[in-house]
């Protein structure tokens, strides 16, 4: 599975951006889907994920509210919708695929990564 973010940006606080991660090579529909970001100097964390039913959703608390995990399965795309973005926001963004399917928060447990997208908040 390849898979591509894009969509990020800069923004001001208070702004919007919607991330895109196309997957290539196979059909995601049966994975775990998860969006993780990576803030200067810190480590990966966990954003948000979405279950292959599409219908349950999981967020870091930091996001909850603002952020929005969803997927099209038709179209082999996942999608997140960030609003009210903060400059603590800022950071790389990487969507991810878990094969297994269980889903998971944890970085280690995702097989499949894309290349990341800057997402630049400014105050």
């Known amino acids: 599975v390849q898979l591509q973010a894009s969509g990020g940006g800069t923004v001001q606080t208070g702004n919007s951006l919607r991330l895109s991660c196309a997957a290539f090579g196979t059909w995601i529909s049966a994975y775990n889907m998860g969006w993780f970001r990576q803030p200067p100097g810190k480590e990966r964390e966990f954003v948000a994920r979405i279950r292959p039913n599409v219908k349950n959703t999981y967020y870091a608390d930091s996001v909850k509210g603002r952020f929005a995990i969803s997927r099209d399965n038709a179209r082999n795309m996942l999608f997140l919708q960030m609003d009210s973005l903060k400059p603590e926001d800022t950071a790389v963004y990487f969507c991810?695929?878990?094969?297994?399917?269980?889903?998971?928060?944890?970085?280690?447990?995702?097989?499949?990564w894309g290349q990341g997208t800057l997402v630049t908040v400014s105050s």
């Open positions: 991810a695929a878990d094969s297994s399917g269980t889903g998971s928060y944890n970085v280690n447990d995702y097989d499949y």
